[in-house]
């Protein structure tokens, strides 16, 4: 079972600030990564697939990047809107098996 | 415009069985390769996928739930139901339902990622 890790746990940071969250995984996941927004009873967004398309809608400040373990997710000149939760998510092709990291929150300083 | 919409119980007995429908429209689970998931998230914890439904009838469970997951489609009502035997109060969670996406990489390698979510039902699992 592929075990994804994130860090940090969670991260303070100012309006306007860039900031980068971290998502690890324990094997090569090549590019089969995404990113999800997740604020405070609401479901999930997803931001990023494939480790670094945007996914509709997801403003141009979010950026993924990264292949293989190690995965990024950068936000350019944070916004207020953008105080939550963020997940990593990956796919194990067999057996089918989706799973995603513990989580890293973003809050205001 | 893709909607999906969980409906179900906020309070189930441990031992029970839990079902779970999501009411969804703007798509069809009946064109090829769509794909439809349900994942689930316990107050203040990760998300956890739950199981998948294909649009040939396909289904996968995570294996660790597998023995009393039951996922099924309805495509003449647009539904997509979930079943969890036994239930016990480590059940308790939001639960989700997702529309499943698909993408290849540059060496047309296939994944799946979520890229709509219904709003999630709280269920409560308590005597």
């Known amino acids: 079972e592929i075990v994804m890790t994130q860090s940090p746990a969670t991260l303070s940071v100012s309006p306007g600030e860039r900031v980068t969250l971290s998502c690890r995984a324990s094997q090569s996941l090549r590019s089969n990564l995404a990113w999800y927004q997740q604020k405070p009873g609401q479901a999930p967004r997803l931001l990023i697939y494939?480790?670094?398309t945007r996914a509709t809608g997801a403003p141009a400040r979010f950026s993924g990047s990264g292949s293989g373990t190690e995965f990024t997710l950068t936000i350019s000149g944070l916004q207020s809107e953008d105080f939550a939760v963020y997940f990593c998510?990956?796919?194990?092709?067999?057996?089918?098996?989706?799973?995603f990291g513990q989580g890293t929150k973003l809050e205001i300083k | 415009q893709v909607t999906l919409k969980e409906s179900g119980p906020a309070l189930v007995k441990p031992t029970q069985t839990l079902t779970l429908t999501c009411t969804f429209s703007g798509f069809s689970l009946t064109s090829d390769r769509m794909r439809m998931g349900w994942i689930r998230q316990p107050p203040g914890k990760a998300l956890e996928w739950l199981a998948r439904i294909d649009w040939d009838d396909d289904k996968f469970y995570n294996t660790s739930l597998e023995t009393r997951l039951t996922i099924s489609k309805d495509t003449s009502k647009n539904q997509v139901v979930l079943s969890l035997t036994n239930v016990d109060p480590v059940d308790t969670a939001t639960y989700y339902c997702?529309?499943?996406?698909?993408?290849?990489?540059?060496?047309?390698?296939?994944?799946?990622?979520?890229?709509?979510w219904g709003q999630g039902i709280l269920v409560t699992v308590s005597s």
């Open positions: 997702t529309r499943i996406a698909h993408s290849y990489d540059s060496d047309g390698f296939l994944f799946y990622y979520f890229d709509f």
């Open positions: 494939g480790a670094s």
């Open positions: 998510q990956q796919y194990n092709s067999w057996p089918p098996l989706y799973s």
